[in-house]
């Protein structure tokens, strides 16, 4: 049997306990272990994370693998930061997540982040330089963080100032997204 495009590929996912967006959490992780990858979504705290539809609505209810404390940044490939205005809120005033971001990046390691999730990238500093998109409302906070451009497309990828990141806007965008995590992890 023929490996999968992403066996072997560890991919870390952080996320507060309450209000991911639903479908940028389970969508991406789900795909991305169905495409052989071990995805770890660690939260902040060990209880299960409650997602959102839509910022409002409740969605499904998933166990964490890890929280914060129990993961090594080291030990994964590539950092995933899915959105949902609460989540993403909450994440960036939590010094534990910004510093993962900050290991990524000053490693030389990949970060995705859709929607909200950006908004760790700019707590973290590490959006100088760098091209991105996101949720069309942060945009003045990346452009006020020192980002090159923001642009309203489905997908950014920038592979300058050390990293590769790869950007989304929202769930709609996550083929786009899913496919360019795919070629960063395959090295493309």
């Avoid at 990046?105 to 590490?126: K, T």
């Avoid at 998109?133 to 923001?150: E, M």
């Avoid at 990828?157 to 899913?178: K, M, N």
Wanted: negative net charge.
């Amino acid at each position: 049997m023929a490996d999968k495009p992403l066996s072997g590929r560890r991919i870390l996912a952080i996320v507060t306990n309450y209000g991911v967006e639903q479908d940028e959490l389970i969508v991406p992780t789900e795909r991305l272990r169905g495409d052989g990858a071990e995805v770890t979504v660690a939260a902040a705290e060990d209880r299960p994370i409650h997602t959102l539809v839509n910022d409002k609505d409740p969605g499904q209810v998933m166990q964490p693998n890890a929280t914060f404390g129990e993961v090594d940044p080291a030990d994964y490939e590539l950092l995933l930061i899915p959105g949902g205005t609460v989540n993403a809120d909450t994440l960036r005033l939590d010094e534990k997540a910004v510093g993962m971001v900050k290991s990524f990046a000053s490693s030389g390691r990949p970060i995705a982040a859709i929607c909200h999730g950006p908004w760790a990238l700019v707590e973290a500093g590490v959006v100088g330089g760098k091209a991105l998109t996101s949720y069309a409302s942060l945009r003045t906070d990346i452009q006020n963080a020192g980002a090159a451009s923001w642009t309203d497309q489905p997908v950014v990828r920038d592979d300058a100032g050390g990293y590769t990141l790869v950007t989304s806007r929202t769930p709609d965008d996550l083929d786009h997204f899913l496919a360019e995590i795919g070629t960063t992890l395959r090295g493309s």
